[in-house]
């Protein structure tokens, strides 16, 4: 089985569209695949509906979370999307997508970079505002070169001239809210630190403390070394390890199934959920 448990879709900032994922998925010989957009559960119906028979689709989420100022990213397996809580927090932080994109095009453009919110609103159409896409009118500005360049201090990184912040979870709160929906955890890209600022591995202990999962360990942004001592953390804390795309569609150079997960660590996950199940593709028609 290959096994990715970490895509986006045009629900939250992918270039896919759900049906257009699952497709892709096939085309990449997956026979798992998670949809995990960022804080919504909004793609998982129509990925389901066109996934055809063969590829079975895991319902998830990225949810945005923050520790000690620093921001991380809590992917969220097989909960209950309508548990009252959880469901709640997601649409805070949904809701505030778009003053904070609206803030940060006011920065940038006191900066001098002509961007302006309609152009933004159009590069993210109907998925959740982000910083992606504001990246991306960067980019279609020429101010930087992918979208890469823009996550860096001097745009709108953590800490960056433009960066304004947006209403994040603790990640104690987030595991907390998750299980009680029946769900399972997984800290995304732990040490990903071309992106910013990571946690420090001390606070690890702590997640798993909290009832954290697992850590995504084999991802485009960990180079082997940081895999062989991620790895070696996780055995000590006893946390399921995994290995995921973080696909994004041409958005990000990473393919589905670049990094996938064993089989025996998705079936640990699969039991430990109680709030959903991975569905069985039959609806759509193999390209």
């Not at 309508?82 to 453009?109: C, F, N, T, W, Y």
């Not at 800290?187 to 850590?215: N, T």
């Amino acid at each position: 089985m290959r096994i990715d448990l970490h895509s986006h879709s045009t629900a939250s900032d992918g270039t896919d569209t759900p049906a257009e994922l699952v497709r892709n998925a096939v085309a990449a010989g997956l026979d798992v695949v998670a949809l995990t957009d960022h804080d919504t559960t909004r793609g998982h119906a129509e990925a389901i509906a066109a996934a055809p028979e063969g590829l079975t689709v895991v319902p998830g989420a990225e949810l945005s979370c923050r520790l000690d100022g620093i921001g991380l990213h809590m992917l969220a397996y097989l909960f209950d999307p309508e548990e009252p809580a959880l469901l709640a927090e997601r649409e805070l932080v949904r809701d505030d997508r778009v003053p904070r994109a609206r803030a940060m095009v006011a920065k940038l453009q006191l900066l001098g970079v002509p961007v302006t919110w309609e152009q933004v609103a159009r590069i993210a159409g109907d998925g959740s505002v982000g910083r992606p896409h504001v990246a991306e009118a960067l980019v279609e500005l020429g101010v930087v070169p992918d979208v890469s360049g823009a996550f860096t201090t001097e745009w709108i990184a953590d800490g960056g001239r433009a960066h304004v912040e947006k209403h994040e979870l603790d990640p104690a709160d987030a595991i907390r809210l998750v299980k009680a929906a029946g769900g399972v955890t997984v800290l995304a890209h732990p040490a990903a630190v071309k992106r910013g600022q990571v946690v420090p591995e001390s606070a690890l202990a702590a997640l798993a403390e909290a009832g954290l999962d697992g850590i995504e360990v084999d991802h485009m942004d960990h180079d082997e070394p940081t895999r062989a001592r991620l790895r070696g953390l996780a055995k000590e804390l006893g946390l399921l390890v995994t290995g995921s795309s973080d696909y994004h569609g041409s958005r990000k150079t990473c393919r589905l199934g670049e990094y996938t997960t064993d089989p025996e660590i998705y079936g640990e996950i699969t039991r430990r959920a109680t709030g959903a199940f991975p569905v069985p593709g039959a609806g759509g028609v193999r390209a």
